[in-house]
């Protein structure tokens, strides 16, 4: 059975600090789908650093999380057995998606409708009326309790029943050539998709260009549970990747740059179909996130695997944070917006309020009777 490690927790508490910093480069300048964006994307300096920052964190954290999920999946089944663990995963899965979606989506929208003097209750009215349902960053529940109900299936019909106490082999943590095969393979499939779903393109609220990299490491996390890869791997293993994702992300920076100073138009796109740009991005994301995560995982392993009081309460709260952050730094980016500065300085005072202020909000939320078992 996998024991959870502090330095498990603190990554997730760091990927969301992170998420919302993604969000708010998004407001002042960086490309991507939010609530509010004060600067659209340009040819700026700060636009261009946003948008490597936000590219950078699209390669690897929402896998991250999506391989940290699959690592807690095989020994939170073995505890509960099929109908108490999907029990428990529409809880904490699908409440939160519904709440968001018929709740903290629209309050979120009508914030931002508001400020523009267009009201408040009237935008929630029409999108009740409507019938929209806003996922926003709770497309990852969704996702998530797809994945599960998939696992479920398959292992039902496949895998061992739940409690089985027979031995299972334990595998050891793949080598550098299958890190390079891995990379290639989601690299091309990512290529696949994306001639059919570019990125920014939502089917259901999911964005299913980036799925292929999320369902391969979902399902490391499943492998490495089993395994106990994630304490077996070693700065040795990982060194080829780190090394690849060195040499490696400069090309996007390179390749963003010349796309800004040349004006390349349709040829630039790195969204989908078959430019160079977007054969670059396809493959250019899973060598990055391959020795970031792993990077991610050997430092906090080695030196944030310490009890703390702090962390834990950061810890406790950080899938409240994740699921109310919408509205927190809407309002406080709307609020800053008459203060004239530089998009870079909105960026780092918005983000660390909108981080401060998330944590400090979840904190009743995690002591209500009814909420704290959910989040």
Not at 199 to 223: E, S
């Amino acid at each position: 059975m996998v024991q959870r490690d502090f330095y498990i927790d603190r990554l997730r508490s760091v990927m969301t600090a992170m998420v919302i910093l993604h969000h708010t480069a998004i407001t002042y300048g960086a490309p991507g789908g939010w609530f509010w964006t004060e600067l659209r994307p340009s040819g700026s300096l700060s636009s261009v650093l946003l948008t490597l920052f936000v590219s950078t964190n699209q390669a690897y954290f929402m896998g991250f999380f999506f391989l940290l999920a699959g690592y807690f999946t095989p020994p939170s089944l073995e505890r509960k057995g099929y109908k108490r663990f999907l029990c428990d995963r529409f809880l904490r899965l699908g409440l939160p998606l519904l709440a968001f979606g018929l709740v903290l989506g629209p309050l979120t929208a009508a914030i931002v409708t508001a400020a523009r003097g267009d009201g408040f209750w009237p935008t929630i009215e029409v999108l009740w009326q409507r019938k929209d349902f806003i996922n926003g960053p709770l497309w990852f529940a969704e996702a998530l309790l797809i994945f599960d109900l998939g696992y479920c299936g398959l292992r039902a019909v496949f895998g061992p029943s739940p409690g089985d106490t027979r031995r299972r082999k334990l595998r050891p943590v793949p080598g550098p050539g299958m890190w390079l095969l891995s990379a290639l393979a989601i690299g091309a499939a990512a290529l696949a998709i994306r001639q059919f779903v570019p990125v920014g393109k939502n089917v259901f609220g999911l964005q299913l260009g980036y799925f292929a990299g999320y369902i391969f490491l979902f399902a490391v996390g499943i492998a490495a549970a089993r395994s106990d890869w994630l304490r077996k791997l070693t700065w040795k293993t990982a060194r080829p990747a780190l090394f690849v994702a060195l040499f490696a992300w400069p090309t996007m920076p390179l390749a963003i740059l010349y796309v800004v100073s040349t004006n390349a138009g349709a040829k630039s796109n790195f969204s989908g179909g078959l430019t160079w740009p977007a054969v670059l991005y396809a493959f250019w994301e899973p060598f990055v996130a391959w020795g970031l995560i792993a990077a991610w995982l050997l430092i906090f392993r080695e030196y944030m695997n310490r009890p703390s009081r702090f962390w834990d309460w950061l810890n406790r709260r950080a899938y409240a944070v994740y699921i109310i952050h919408p509205p927190v730094l809407v309002a406080i980016a709307l609020l800053l917006h008459v203060w004239t500065a530089p998009a870079m300085l909105k960026f780092a005072v918005v983000g660390a309020l909108a981080c401060v202020a998330s944590w400090l909000w979840s904190d009743p939320l995690v002591r209500l009777p009814g909420v704290r078992r959910v989040v």
